[in-house]
């Protein structure tokens, strides 16, 4: 099957950082091309909960389907820059459809501004490029995985996504394999 990924911004998102993280997406996708799309979206006034002062990333996958009507091995990633939740959980780092063809991560809580740290661009870039690596992965079909080193891992707090590489693991990767997703060897 011939995949694609696309990026798209989702509200205010500079240009450098959607370059930046696509080509680290290129480093981890290999054969598998990634691109911007040359617009943006709005964040839909629906997704904004005024009492947690966050947006629904369900609301927004939503939104993001029905915009584009891409084919399944079309993975569209929404670059946001503002703090999403699902009703369930405080926050989300970000959210997919597993198996689908939608996903979205916020860049939000990955600035170390965030948790009072001074701002370290590198640090941020790496950080957004294992969130943007992971919820793919779930769209390619990919649960999470217990390897704490493995992109597939679960972060509960930024501290576990800095524990984290940008890789999937040799497990993740016989899988995505199995569903027919070949990405390069790290
Ligand atoms: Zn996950
Ligand atoms: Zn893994």
Do not use: W
Not at 8 to 24: A, P
Not at 134 to 144: A, N, T
Not at 153 to 180: P, V
Request: glycine share 6%; with cysteine.
């Amino acid at each position: 099957m011939k995949y694609k990924i696309f990026l798209i911004s989702i509200g205010d998102v500079q240009e450098t950082i959607l370059n930046e993280i696509s080509s680290g997406l290129q480093e981890v996708f290999g054969t598998i091309s990634v691109s911007i799309l040359p617009r943006s979206v709005s964040l839909p006034k629906s997704s904004f909960n005024s009492y947690r002062q966050q947006y629904n990333s369900s609301v927004i996958l939503d939104h993001l389907q029905k915009l584009f009507n891409f084919p399944t091995q079309t993975k569209v990633l929404g670059i946001a820059n503002v703090d999403l939740y699902v009703p369930e959980l405080n926050f989300v780092f970000g959210e997919a459809l597993l198996g689908g063809n939608v996903a979205v991560i916020s860049l939000k809580r990955l600035f170390p501004e965030f948790y009072g740290h001074s701002p370290n661009h590198e640090l941020f870039v790496s950080r957004a490029i294992k969130e943007a690596v992971h919820e793919l992965g779930h769209s390619f079909g990919l649960s999470h995985c217990e390897n704490k080193r493995c992109v597939m891992h679960f972060s509960n707090s930024i501290l576990d996504t800095d524990a984290k590489e940008k890789y999937f693991c040799s497990q993740c990767k016989s899988k995505l394999y199995l569903l027919g997703v070949n990405v390069a060897q790290s």
